[in-house]
């Protein structure tokens, strides 16, 4: 497949320059922002987490895993998908 065919047509001339965007692991940081305050009272743990190679789920399975309880219900903040 030629460059024409995968980018499509140019508006005008050849490129400027070309880049590499999100290459590597690292490129890919997000910080979460609690927007609740925590008072340290409930039934709740807060976690500071950095993982690789992983998503959010099978992170979550592994603490639970590590902790030996099961993983009923938890709210994660980089999770896209609906909650129960």
Do not use: Y
Request: aromatic residues 4%; charged residues 25%.
């Amino acid at each position: 497949m030629t460059e024409l065919e995968l980018l499509g047509p140019r508006a005008s001339g050849q490129p400027l320059g070309t880049a590499i965007l999100k290459a590597v692991a690292e490129d890919f940081q997000v910080d979460e922002v609690l927007d609740i305050p925590l008072s340290g009272l409930g039934e709740h743990l807060w976690l500071w987490v950095e993982k690789r190679d992983l998503n959010t789920e099978e992170a979550a399975r592994r603490l639970a895993e590590a902790q030996a309880c099961r993983c009923v219900r938890s709210a994660m903040p980089a999770s896209r998908t609906a909650r129960p």
